[in-house]
């Protein structure tokens, strides 16, 4: 039995037979005559080499061999239509689909409880698995290559000339020091050697922008001493404040946590590059109707909250 000789069409017809247990209400069913139907059951009875159906009175009774094909035959017919109708038509009221995105710790804090908000009332049925992946932008890519997530945040540095991977703008962001009200280098022009002389404090759990940040001090003739790294992004403000050590921070983030810490800028005497970084998936998704409404409403959520609370994309580094 080649199954690549089988017309697929045959499959709906034994199905409305099955379930009709009728030909002229199967023909109904498909919108077919009943010549066409009984053909079409002639030929798939040749395929198989079974009966299928023997009439018992009025009614299409089925053998042992259409009994067995019943069950497989309507699953994998519900499973090509309910795939092809999530392409055709994405409903986010009534669609139960899970979505897993990786985040790093600024969507955590500013993506996350905004868009879980959004989705109990408008979506319920949503389901998003948020992960907390870290390491270098390959790694980022390749977890979205495997389909172990289907959206990401990375600089558009990290994606250049990738055809295979979609990029979205979110947002730009410059870098600046930050240091704690009173640090010993406020007290005169900030020099490269007082710099290169420093203590930092970095995370390194994003190490595709840290490389941006170290790149931007060795075009300097300046080698950083970390004494301090952390996990996350979200701690460097207090031991900034409780320290001497100098933290890189995006220059939205510092105007926050001037607010919330004791932080100041502290001028260096070259210039940071900018960062723009947005989210990035598979370029076979692009279709994807779910993904892009996803997609769509998280980036309205994040410019607005940087319109209203600026607080940057670039981390702390």
Same mark, same amino acid.
């Given at each position: ?9 045959? /499959?709906?017809?034994? *199905? +409305?037979?099955?379930? %009709? ?25 040749? #395929? ?7 009439? +018992? ?15 497989? &035959? ?31 710790? !600024? ?34 890519? *390749? ?10 945040? /990375? ?11 979609? $990029? ?31 203590? $930092? @404090? ?6 595709? @922008?840290?490389?941006? &940040?170290?790149?931007? !001090?060795? +075009? %300097? ?8 790294? &952390? ?9 900034? %404040? ?5 933290? @890189? ?29 947005? #989210? ?27 319109? &209203? ?9």
């Amino acid at each position: 039995m080649n199954i690549q000789q089988l017309d697929l069409n045959l /499959l709906l017809v034994f *199905d +409305a037979v099955y379930k %009709e247990r009728s030909i002229s209400k199967a023909a109904a069913r498909l919108d077919l005559s009943q010549p066409a139907v009984s053909n079409a059951l002639k030929r798939l009875r040749q #395929f198989t080499g079974d009966n299928l159906f023997f009439r +018992a009175g009025n009614a299409m009774v089925p053998t042992r061999a259409a009994n067995a094909l019943a069950v497989p &035959v309507a699953h994998a017919l519900r499973t090509v239509e309910e795939s092809l109708s999530s392409l055709r038509a994405f409903d986010p009221a009534t669609s139960a689909r899970l979505f897993k995105l990786t985040i790093n710790d !600024f969507l955590r804090v500013t993506l996350v409880p905004p868009l879980t908000n959004f989705l109990e009332r408008e979506a319920p049925g949503i389901k998003v698995e948020y992960q907390a992946r870290t390491g270098t932008a390959a790694a980022h890519l *390749d977890a979205l290559r495997r389909r172990q997530t289907e959206m990401s945040m /990375l600089p558009r540095s990290a994606v250049e000339g990738l055809e295979e991977i979609s $990029y979205l703008p979110v947002t730009t962001d410059g870098l600046q020091l930050a240091v704690r009200a009173g640090h010993p280098l406020l007290a005169a022009p900030v020099t490269k050697a007082a710099l290169a002389g420093a203590r $930092y @404090v970095a995370t390194n759990n994003a190490p595709f @922008v840290r490389a941006i &940040v170290d790149g931007a !001090f060795k +075009a %300097e003739g300046i080698e950083r001493n970390i004494t301090c790294f &952390v996990p996350d992004t979200t701690t460097i403000p207090s031991i900034v %404040e409780m320290t001497d050590l100098i933290g @890189v921070i995006g220059q939205n983030s510092l105007a926050r946590h001037q607010r919330d810490h004791a932080l100041v800028k502290l001028p260096a005497p070259f210039t940071f590059p900018q960062i723009e970084a947005g #989210f990035v998936w598979l370029r076979e998704a692009d279709d994807d109707q779910g993904l892009q409404w996803l997609r769509d409403k998280a980036a309205q959520i994040l410019q607005t909250a940087l319109a &209203v609370h600026p607080q940057g994309a670039a981390p702390e580094n």
